[in-house]
């Protein structure tokens, strides 16, 4: 990755952290709005944000897509298959059948999963790891070292999202935190943002099959 903004790499993780934390906050603990409002707010306001960092950085989403393609889906299909066990295990709900299935799957396991991916995942990544330059990244120690920083920038981001919802202010905080930072390993190890894309979206589309009332993935619950 070239560098671009890396001095400012933190202003971007701090803002993602405040789009997160209005998102939850004011449109699930403030306004209760059902899910499918929720997302739909959610999805506004960190398109809004992630499309101002890519213009501002000047980052090529293609390119960043199919740099180590492989190697991401593979990783994010492991990370994925963790998580869905982790699902699996929480008490069960009904769900819908046919087409109101798919159609739950499409919305809360795609899109929420990708949305999710890009705020709490990617942006951290790009931000503090990928903004820096080849000769910062020379040696293994010195990728470590930003590594570790970028997985602190993601739970950062992460803490600060799950927070505004009612449901994890105590110790179940932990859980979202501790899962998402597996995802973000999973993007640093591979190179591939896909690898925390699909790792999302399986466990998100886990949570619609499994039952999206007693599931905790599928924030907001009322």
Sequence with gaps: MTRRDGSGGWRWVLLAAIVGFVSSFLLSGLFHLPRAAFLTGYAILTGAYFIAYIRQQRLTLQTQLVRRWIAGVIGGVAVGAVLVWQVLGQPPSPH????????????????YGTVDALLLSVVP???????????????????????????????VVTAAYHVGFAEFRGPQLSQPVIGNMLMTLAYL????????????ILMHAAAVMHGMATTSQLPPHY
Excluded: C, D, M, N
């Excluded at 040696?139 to 602190?152: E, I, P, T």
């Design 189 to 200: 190890l591979t190179g591939s943002p896909w690898a925390a894309i699909l790792s999302h």
């Design 96 to 111: 819908p059948e046919g087409s109101q299935l798919f159609g739950q799957l499409v919305l809360y396991g795609l899109i």
């Design 125 to 155: 990544v790009i931000a503090l790891y990928g903004s820096r330059t080849s000769a910062e990244l020379h040696g293994l120690g010195s990728r470590f070292k930003w590594a570790l920083v970028a997985l602190l920038g993601s739970a």
